[in-house]
Structures are given as C-alpha cells and as structure tokens.
C-alpha cells in the first residue's frame, strides 16, 4: 500500500485567497484526521472522520476552515479565505480502527499563506 | 486539562551515545502514552505504546515505561545511530477519546557520526 497521501507537498498562496488540501487515506481505514502542526502549538487535531461522517470537529479554528469526505479515499481540508497565521504544515492521518497504535500519517502539506 | 510536556531541544550527541528524552503529562483521567517518531520531510510514525502503569513499550532499540507515580513516560536508548536523527514527540489519549491524541512539543535528536 502506498499509505496516505497528500498534496499537494508545498503551497503558497497569498492572504485572501482559498486553499484546498488533498488527503487519501490508506484503502480499508475507516478514520480519517487532520492535524496541524505549527512552532506555536505544536501538533493539533483538526477533525476526524469515521465512515466518511466529521465526528469531532472542536478543533476547527474557525468557521474559514472546512473539511469534506465525500467518499471513502478522499477527503479535503479548506480555508477560505486564507491568512498568513494559517500556515503551518497540515498532516492527514488514517487509522482502520478505533486505536491509536494503528495510526498512519501522510508527509504533510506545508502551507505558507503571505 | 490534558497536556504533554517534553524537555526542549535540539539534543545533540554522537553515535553510539546513550539518549534519554524526558516526558511527564497531565491527565484528567488514565491515558494511554505514546512515543511518535517524524522523520525528515516525512509524517509521524508511532514508535511504542503503554496503555497501563508500569508497562514498557519497546521498538527499535528505544524503550519507555509507564510511570504513573511521577506521571512520566521517558524515552531511552542505549546506543543512537545517526538514522536516529529526527523529532520525538510524546502523546497521550483518554479511553474515552482515543481520536484525540494530545502531542508535546516535539523534541529535535541529532545524531553525528
């Protein structure tokens, strides 16, 4: 399996405008979550998803930010409009069960919004 | 609340050296503690678990025990190698919140030939 994947990699963009990142989870795992991780705050959980249904969102910033599983393989994580303290490198993290040991996370989209 | 707190970094040493990353946390109820690996340009890697007290996680050569008395979890090894070099970061979880993993920091290891 090629494990999560995101992209894209690297994005920058100015302050304004709207920022789409891509995640699809590894084949068969039931949960999806995205993360963020800044000096600031260190890592921190977005929202996670089971069954492509948003459980826990508490972590959503604000209502700029939005995240979308439209199916099984893939899901999105929005802002709009974005600001420059919203970069930070973003981390989508798949898990077939409800334990932490069989988490698995992407490389990261590392945003830099100027 | 719950919270994680690592010792700072970068911790620098040579090969073969021995390495010890302290973590304590906080916890409103009985967590489970991990130890999570990032290496260059890549996401997070689980390294070990304990889910109880006086369990010890071991991979890799790193160990950590679950201390509930001083409400610590420290990751050891005895010999680093240079592929060691990465960023550690110590996590908990409730039962009750398994999908919210409470990470630290994060702690820098350079490992020099």
């Known amino acids: 399996d090629a494990g999560v994947i995101q992209s894209p990699r690297h994005e920058v963009t100015e302050m304004g405008q709207e920022v789409t990142l891509r995640c699809k989870p590894i084949?068969?795992?039931?949960?999806l979550f995205w993360y963020r991780q800044t000096m600031m705050r260190g890592l921190e959980l977005l929202i996670y998803f089971n069954n492509n249904v948003p459980i826990d969102d508490s972590g959503m910033p604000e209502d700029r930010f939005s995240a979308k599983m439209p199916n099984a393989s893939f899901s999105t994580l929005k802002i709009q409009p974005s600001e420059p303290r919203d970069s930070a490198v973003y981390f989508c993290?798949?898990?077939?069960?409800?334990?932490?040991?069989?988490?698995?996370f992407g490389s990261g989209t590392q945003l830099s919004v100027l | 609340g719950n919270s994680v707190t690592q010792m700072e970094g970068p911790v620098t040493l040579s090969e073969e050296a021995f390495l010890t990353i302290n973590c304590t946390y906080t916890?409103?109820?009985?967590?489970?503690l991990f130890w999570y690996v990032q290496y260059p340009g890549e996401g997070l890697q689980l390294l070990l678990k304990?889910?109880?007290?006086?369990d010890k996680g071991s991979n890799k050569g790193f160990e950590a025990t679950y201390r509930k008395e001083t409400t610590s979890f420290h990751l050891e090894k005895g010999s680093v190698q240079v592929s060691d070099s990465a960023v550690y970061f110590c996590?908990?979880?409730?039962?009750?919140?398994?999908?919210?993993?409470?990470f630290g920091a994060g702690t820098q290891v350079v490992v020099t030939p």
């Open positions: 304990a889910t109880k007290a006086d």
């Open positions: 084949s068969g795992h039931d949960y």
């Open positions: 916890a409103t109820g009985y967590p489970s």
């Open positions: 996590a908990l979880t409730l039962t009750d919140s398994w999908g919210k993993l409470q």
């Open positions: 993290a798949s898990s077939p069960t409800a334990t932490n040991e069989k988490l698995f």
